[in-house]
């Protein structure tokens, strides 16, 4: 009965792979002594390859399906095995399955800044991350050039030199796309179009096929977002002074709303005197007055804007002026110089 059983150990009715785990992409049949008979199945699944591997030559691949182990269906082997006639006997060979899954939220990143050029800034640096989708198209391919005879070979053994093609074709697909980096960073999707468009020959020369890239983030150094911050509002008002003076005024009341009022000024000077809350009331009787009165920005000097939104701040910050308020004339401020 022992012989029995080692004999019937040896021979391969039924070659599988379950895949009961994931991120794997190729998984080695475990032959060790065994061999395979004439007239074994094998069984593909759904979103599976198989490839018969001989003395280290690619043979016959297999779609999913069930299939037949015979002379014809394995004429690749049949002639690397020499058979001049029909198989009777078993015979040895690796087989390797491929899952051709999508394999999904794939990570990269640019751990540091990169530089790029750029028609309208010159050299920008700028950090990037997002995640990509890929699957193995080419199952002959990918065991030749990156599997190998490997017994497994799963997503985090190529994620490394995924992630360094993704990081190398950055700049020349920027470069290439001819989009401003303005453009660029406004619309994430089309930077993500032109890094999948320079990344996708890379990949197949594995093997493999890219599916999706997506740019969840594109950042710049915190000294380089200011002047684009900068570029863009001054962009935004063109040559119009007044909206110019707009923009600017935006930009500085929070400031003078967090920091004006802590000492010095008129309106300091009246609070330390205790006559603060009487001028204030004045100041501000007069500020409303001169703007009801059809003072804009065409009729007053930029410093002079400046200098009353500065007096609001310290107003609101001594607290003459109620946030309500402040808002208030804020708004109306601007109003006035549109």
Known sequence: MALMDFIRKQFID???????SDGLLSWRFPMADMEIQNGAALVVR??????????????????????KLTTQTLPVLTYLQHWDKLFESPFKSDVYFFSTRQQIDQKWGTPQTITIRDKDFGAVRLRA???????VADPKLFHTEISGTRDSYGVADVDGQLRGLVLQNISHAIASSGIPFLDLAANQQVF???????LAPEFAKIGLQLDGMTVQNLSLPEDLQKILDQKIGMGMVGNDMGKFMQYQTAQAIPKFAEGAGSGGGVAGDAMGLGAGVALGQVLAQNLQAGLQGGANAAGMKPEEVMATLEKLGELKTKGILTQEEFDAKKTELLKKLV
Not at 14 to 20: C, G, K, N, V
Not at 130 to 135: A, I, L, W
Not at 192 to 198: F, K, N, P, V
Request: zero cysteines.
């Open 14 to 20: 039924i070659i599988q792979w379950t895949e009961d």
């Open 46 to 67: 759904a979103s599976q390859v198989a490839i018969f591997v001989n003395e280290g030559q690619v043979a016959d691949v297999f779609g999913p399906g069930t299939h």
């Open 129 to 135: 991350f997002g995640n990509y989708s890929f699957r």
């Open 192 to 198: 993500a179009q032109a890094l999948s468009t320079q």
